[in-house]
């Protein structure tokens, strides 16, 4: 006690400090004297309690934490059911759950389906972003130049040529990837902070090239008015544009805004479902140990014929490409994009997902992905304090759950002995 | 028969300092050739130039008649030649098995597409590096641990799946660096058996770096005493252990 005393007080004086400056209060001369200002009563109040709160908590850390340990750790793998039970369960668990999702939106209000629709693209991010930094253990800031790669294409393709959301949706993941090489080959010597550093500049020069080349990309004002997807050429509007058809016209049914709405979050959850297929399916794959192999030893892998150049580019090319796909998507949702909806607190967020879903791991990052998008919208009233409550979680999380929300399991394989 | 790798006149200079001055050395197939030497003598650094991972200032390395001293370390491996590390260098966090398939990366279909659809080609590929990678555990004893972390396995037993590690990779050398160094004495003497192995039943030449010279004189058939860089003698075992020179290196003058 004794000893945490000094270090207790310490902090308390710190969080004074600190709290004053962001709270805002300051001096100000007012003639010959100095007075307080933008602390009333309350305030000094509030301040006061933060103050004493952290000289009690570090004064009492060690008992706090002895406590702690003492407290049950919820054990997840004790709940579930035996593992061959598990493992029969799980496919029709899987198929329930899918099937679930695509019923879903046709029982709830039109609100949650479009912050379904968003969380949806904030797992894809998420599951892309898991492949560089989580995989390939390549600290990546910038990941939301891909995003914005991917959106830009889908929005310049359709405004100056035409194309439809299906055609370039695969353009536009063609060409984030295309970024995402091209990201690559520069970076490719570096490693951790200094990969990080180079990242989060790769993605400021792409927001502030698309934020200045008026001519094109429309600078500041963004693009507007980009197409929306259709079903197979059948448009969600409520009058068709010349020569095609709508999709309440064809059916002959009342035209309803929500069915847009419905399309656009099916849409995304296929692209999702295609999103998890893959990452699933690579990382069983050769490349896919790979690229966990290059994260824990670079030398290993060379000495055992393993090229890092190509594995280290495929990371980041096929990470970018997700992104990319998120990208068009966003565009196509919107139906209007600007270098605003493309700023490094994007990246952070993303980034911040991979990590609170346990690196590596797809459940987590789903579950991450989709936390970090319906929390805020829960909590709306406390907007302000949003950031706030962002870097609460992500300490806490730190402190009780390192290794994230559901860290990744590895993969058993079956061997076959004679 | 020809020679398996060929090194002659090897110079590795960094800066002002010499650390390998004019090493020569052969090794032929089927054979067991140690190098061995006071610490500091450049003996890893020798391996360093030969695998790939420095590229040496001077001298030529033919491996299987090819000059390699110009190709990266990756390049080289897949040659058929393969190298463990002085310190053990798993992919601590991937299990046993899979530290065994990475190995086999180039023996496995890397198409894309083939391993998104799961095709036949592809799961008959994984199917016999499945094979391989069991094969191996078995001879260096490690099956049971199949699926276990490999970060999690004891300091002797990394060091048997460092070796199989490398053999899944289907190599005709094997360079191992220090193999022996931590491992108590009986895991030393299996160490031994597990060379002589390679040897006689899997027909790989074995270049070793090694400090334990019952080790060394046990198993060797040819041996190369570097110290301080250059080259000090060469040949069988009991050539080299009546050495004068060898002696005076390893004794100190009398």
Same mark, same amino acid.
């Given at each position: 006690?004794?000893?945490?005393?000094?270090?207790?007080?310490?902090?308390?004086?710190?969080?004074?400090?600190?709290?004053?400056?962001?709270?805002?209060?300051?001096?100000?001369?007012?003639?010959?004297?100095?007075?307080?200002?933008?602390?009333?009563?309350?305030?000094?109040?509030?301040?006061?309690?933060?103050?004493?709160?952290?000289?009690?908590?570090?004064?009492?850390?060690?008992?706090?934490?002895?406590?702690?340990?003492?407290?049950? *750790?919820?054990?997840?793998?004790?709940?579930?059911?035996?593992?061959?039970?598990?493992?029969?369960?799980?496919?029709?668990?899987?198929?329930?759950?899918?099937? $679930?999702?695509?019923?879903?939106?046709?029982?709830?209000?039109?609100?949650?389906?479009?912050?379904?629709?968003?969380?949806?693209?904030?797992?894809?991010?998420?599951?892309?972003?898991?492949?560089?930094?989580?995989?390939?253990?390549?600290?990546?800031?910038?990941? #939301?130049?891909?995003?914005?790669?991917?959106?830009?294409?889908?929005?310049?393709?359709?405004?100056?040529?035409?194309?439809?959301?299906?055609?370039?949706?695969?353009?536009?993941?063609?060409?984030?990837?295309?970024?995402?090489?091209?990201?690559?080959?520069?970076? %490719?010597?570096?490693?951790?902070?200094?990969?990080?550093?180079? /990242?989060?500049?790769?993605?400021?020069?792409?927001?502030?090239?698309?934020?200045?080349? *008026?001519?094109?990309?429309?600078?500041?004002?963004?693009?507007?008015?980009?197409?929306?997807? /259709?079903?197979? $050429?059948?448009?969600?509007?409520?009058?068709?544009?010349?020569?095609? !058809?709508?999709?309440?016209?064809?059916?002959?049914?009342?035209?309803?805004? &929500?069915?847009?709405?419905?399309?656009?979050?099916?849409?995304?959850?296929?692209?999702?479902?295609?999103?998890?297929?893959?990452?699933?399916?690579?990382?069983?794959?050769?490349?896919?140990?790979?690229?966990?192999?290059?994260?824990?030893?670079?030398?290993?892998?060379?000495?055992?014929?393993?090229?890092?150049?190509?594995?280290?580019?495929?990371?980041?090319?096929?990470?970018?490409?997700?992104?990319?796909?998120?990208?068009?998507?966003?565009?196509?949702?919107?139906?209007?994009?600007?270098?605003?909806?493309?700023?490094?607190?994007?990246?952070?967020?993303?980034?911040?997902?991979?990590?609170?879903?346990?690196?590596?791991?797809?459940? +987590? #990052?789903?579950?991450?992905?989709?936390?970090?998008?319906?929390?805020?919208?829960?909590?709306?009233?406390?907007?302000?304090?949003?950031?706030?409550?962002?870097?609460?979680?992500?300490?806490?999380?730190?402190?009780?759950?390192?290794?994230?929300?559901?860290?990744?399991?590895?993969?058993?394989?079956?061997?076959? *002995?004679? | 028969?020809?020679?398996?790798?060929?090194?002659?006149?090897?110079?590795?200079?960094?800066?002002? %300092?010499?650390?390998?001055?004019?090493?020569?050395?052969?090794?032929?197939?089927?054979?067991?050739?140690?190098?061995?030497?006071?610490?500091?003598?450049?003996?890893?650094?020798?391996?360093?130039?030969?695998? $790939?991972?420095?590229?040496?200032?001077?001298?030529?390395?033919?491996?299987?008649?090819?000059?390699?001293?110009?190709? *990266? +370390?990756?390049?080289? &491996?897949?040659?058929?030649?393969?190298?463990?590390?002085?310190?053990?260098?798993?992919?601590?966090?991937?299990?046993?098995?899979?530290?065994?398939?990475?190995?086999?990366?180039?023996?496995?279909?890397?198409?894309?597409? =083939?391993?998104?659809?799961?095709?036949?080609?592809?799961?008959?590929?994984?199917?016999?590096?499945?094979? !391989? =990678?069991?094969?191996?555990?078995?001879?260096?004893?490690?099956?049971?641990?199949?699926?276990?972390?490999?970060?999690?396995?004891?300091?002797?037993?990394?060091?048997?799946?460092?070796?199989?590690?490398?053999?899944?990779?289907?190599?005709?050398?094997?360079?191992?660096?220090?193999?022996?160094?931590?491992?108590?004495?009986?895991?030393?003497?299996?160490?031994?058996?597990?060379?002589?192995?390679?040897?006689?039943?899997?027909?790989?030449?074995?270049?070793?770096?090694?400090?334990?010279?019952?080790?060394?004189?046990?198993?060797?058939?040819?041996?190369?005493?570097?110290?301080? $860089?250059?080259?000090?003698?060469?040949?069988?075992?009991?050539? #080299?252990?009546?050495?004068?020179? #060898?002696?005076?290196?390893?004794?100190?003058?009398?």
């Amino acid at each position: 006690m004794q000893r945490a005393l000094f270090p207790a007080l310490f902090s308390a004086l710190v969080t004074f400090l600190l709290t004053c400056l962001v709270i805002g209060v300051k001096l100000e001369q007012d003639g010959p004297e100095l007075t307080v200002v933008n602390a009333d009563a309350a305030t000094w109040g509030w301040i006061a309690f933060a103050v004493v709160a952290v000289f009690l908590v570090q004064l009492f850390h060690q008992p706090l934490s002895a406590l702690k340990q003492r407290l049950p *750790t919820p054990h997840i793998s004790a709940l579930l059911p035996r593992e061959q039970l598990r493992s029969r369960l799980t496919p029709w668990l899987i198929a329930l759950v899918v099937l $679930g999702l695509f019923i879903w939106p046709f029982m709830v209000s039109r609100g949650s389906v479009d912050l379904a629709t968003l969380a949806l693209i904030y797992v894809m991010l998420g599951l892309g972003l898991n492949i560089v930094v989580g995989f390939a253990g390549l600290l990546d800031l910038g990941y #939301v130049a891909f995003y914005a790669v991917g959106a830009y294409t889908y929005a310049l393709l359709s405004e100056y040529y035409g194309l439809s959301f299906w055609a370039c949706l695969p353009i536009a993941g063609l060409m984030a990837a295309t970024f995402g090489c091209i990201l690559g080959f520069p970076v %490719l010597r570096l490693r951790g902070d200094y990969l990080a550093i180079v /990242t989060l500049g790769f993605g400021e020069i792409i927001r502030i090239l698309l934020n200045n080349w *008026t001519d094109v990309t429309g600078g500041p004002n963004g693009i507007s008015g980009i197409e929306k997807p /259709t079903l197979f $050429g059948l448009e969600f509007s409520r009058r068709a544009a010349e020569g095609s !058809q709508t999709f309440h016209e064809f059916f002959g049914i009342d035209y309803d805004s &929500s069915h847009r709405v419905v399309f656009l979050y099916l849409v995304a959850l296929l692209l999702v479902l295609f999103t998890i297929y893959v990452i699933n399916r690579v990382q069983r794959m050769p490349i896919g140990r790979a690229w966990e192999a290059l994260r824990e030893d670079e030398i290993a892998c060379r000495s055992l014929g393993l090229n890092p150049t190509v594995i280290k580019l495929s990371a980041f090319t096929m990470g970018a490409s997700f992104a990319g796909f998120a990208g068009c998507f966003f565009a196509a949702r919107q139906g209007f994009i600007s270098p605003e909806s493309f700023t490094f607190i994007e990246s952070a967020i993303i980034l911040a997902i991979v990590v609170l879903g346990g690196m590596g791991s797809q459940l +987590g #990052v789903i579950l991450a992905a989709i936390a970090m998008t319906i929390l805020p919208e829960l909590a709306r009233e406390f907007q302000e304090y949003r950031m706030l409550m962002f870097g609460g979680v992500m300490v806490l999380m730190m402190l009780w759950r390192p290794q994230g929300l559901l860290p990744m399991k590895r993969p058993q394989l079956e061997l076959k *002995t004679s | 028969m020809t020679n398996l790798l060929e090194v002659s006149g090897l110079m590795m200079r960094f800066g002002g %300092l010499l650390a390998v001055d004019n090493v020569s050395l052969t090794v032929k197939p089927h054979q067991v050739h140690s190098i061995i030497g006071p610490n500091g003598a450049g003996k890893t650094t020798v391996f360093n130039c030969i695998s $790939g991972f420095y590229r040496p200032s001077g001298g030529q390395i033919l491996f299987r008649d090819q000059p390699i001293e110009r190709l *990266t +370390g990756h390049r080289i &491996s897949r040659l058929g030649l393969v190298r463990t590390f002085q310190h053990v260098r798993l992919f601590n966090s991937m299990t046993v098995l899979e530290n065994l398939l990475v190995a086999q990366h180039r023996h496995l279909n890397t198409n894309y597409f =083939a391993g998104l659809l799961n095709t036949p080609r592809y799961r008959k590929r994984h199917t016999e590096a499945m094979a !391989q =990678a069991v094969f191996w555990l078995e001879q260096v004893g490690l099956l049971a641990f199949a699926n276990r972390e490999a970060g999690y396995l004891s300091y002797g037993q990394q060091r048997r799946l460092e070796i199989a590690r490398c053999m899944v990779t289907r190599p005709s050398l094997l360079m191992l660096d220090e193999p022996a160094a931590g491992l108590n004495p009986k895991e030393t003497s299996e160490l031994d058996q597990l060379i002589l192995q390679l040897r006689d039943k899997h027909d790989i030449s074995v270049l070793l770096i090694e400090h334990d010279m019952g080790l060394v004189m046990g198993i060797s058939d040819h041996i190369t005493v570097i110290n301080q $860089g250059a080259p000090l003698a060469d040949g069988t075992p009991l050539e #080299v252990r009546e050495n004068p020179d #060898v002696i005076k290196a390893y004794l100190g003058e009398s």
